[in-house]
């Protein structure tokens, strides 16, 4: 166990919860908190001011722990602006994040302060991931590219590092400011301005954390104007790499929320893409995604996705 002074926390966690059940809740702030990296503190935003579940529970923990601090929004204000509100009151010299729902490894932490130590050119590290279902049951594993110089291309096609995995330097926060609003995928436009700002990404191999697919987690995945956001997010990067300049708008972003129509038939097609672009299942990706086209663009995003992807694997990291 790595033992350092508690009042001068390495790393900042931050967390944002809002209506997740208390015993999910509970075992991803104890997650954190039993880490054989002590030498962090855990800041949990509360996005919902009305859920006095969560408050009470986490209030107890505060007894017995003086490394978790708590903050709760007036009102609702949302993910991004509750991790902004959260990392603002950081002191550690990384920021890492995690998830409400989720199950960080004992040595997740310990293990990603050595990487930043054994290879300091880079800024952002996440890692791989364990797939569970609401029970806790295993799916599977899922792995990310590891190299900074494939994750720079592959960014293109997706998001290349698992949000409640990452941790980064203080700096790489800093510079770019934390994050922006959009309706959902704050997370790629995050990890697009951190490459464009000219920081490096990795990931480590080692799955360390057991990542929570549950209703809720699929929803921004499930709606139509995700795939509108995405392709607002690359404009915005092309824009910063043709013209060094990035116009985004908040109330732009927001209206990309009300493209959603509903269809929920191509929902479900998209879902079946989605399982068989996590499972690696590519013909079973061409179908559904083929059927999808007819119904909504994600479904030929997706394979295009799959396969620009892909093929930067086979040439990056064979």
Not at 130 to 151: C, H, M, R, S, Y
Not at 154 to 177: F, L
Not at 204 to 209: D, E, F, T
Not at 223 to 240: E, M, N, P, W
Request: hydrophobic fraction near 40%.
């Amino acid at each position: 166990m790595v033992t350092i002074e508690i009042n001068k926390p390495l790393v900042s966690v931050v967390m944002a919860c809002y209506q997740e059940a208390l015993q999910w809740l509970d075992t991803a702030v104890d997650s954190i908190l039993k880490q054989t990296f002590n030498a962090c503190e855990l800041i949990v935003v509360v996005d919902d001011p009305n859920n006095q579940g969560i408050i009470s529970l986490l209030n107890e923990k505060r007894k017995t722990d003086q490394r978790l601090k708590v903050l709760i929004n007036e009102q609702n204000m949302g993910l991004p602006r509750s991790l902004n509100r959260g990392f603002a009151i950081a002191s550690g010299e990384f920021f890492a994040r995690m998830d409400a729902d989720d199950i960080a490894a004992p040595q997740r932490l310990e293990l990603q302060v050595h990487y930043f130590t054994e290879n300091p050119e880079v800024d952002l590290l996440g890692t791989a991931i364990t797939n569970i279902d609401q029970a806790g049951n295993i799916l599977g594993v899922k792995q990310f590219l590891t190299q900074p110089e494939a994750i720079k291309k592959a960014i293109a096609y997706r998001s290349v590092a698992c949000h409640p995995t990452w941790m980064m330097k203080r700096s790489v926060y800093d510079t770019i400011g934390g994050y922006r609003y959009f309706p959902s995928s704050e997370d790629y436009d995050f990890l697009y301005r951190v490459l464009d700002a000219g920081f490096k990404v990795a990931n480590l191999p080692q799955p360390l954390l057991e990542y929570r697919l549950h209703d809720a987690s699929m929803t921004s995945a499930l709606s139509g104007f995700q795939y509108k956001v995405k392709h607002y997010i690359q404009a915005l990067h092309q824009q910063r790499e043709t013209q060094s300049l990035d116009s985004y708008d908040e109330k732009t972003s927001q209206a990309l929320k009300q493209t959603d129509k509903g269809n929920d038939f191509a929902k479900g097609l998209i879902t079946k893409a989605r399982t068989a672009e996590e499972s690696g299942n590519f013909l079973a990706l061409a179908y559904w995604g083929s059927i999808a086209v007819v119904f909504s663009g994600s479904g030929y995003s997706r394979l295009k996705s799959f396969v620009g992807f892909n093929y930067i694997k086979w040439r990056y990291e064979k």
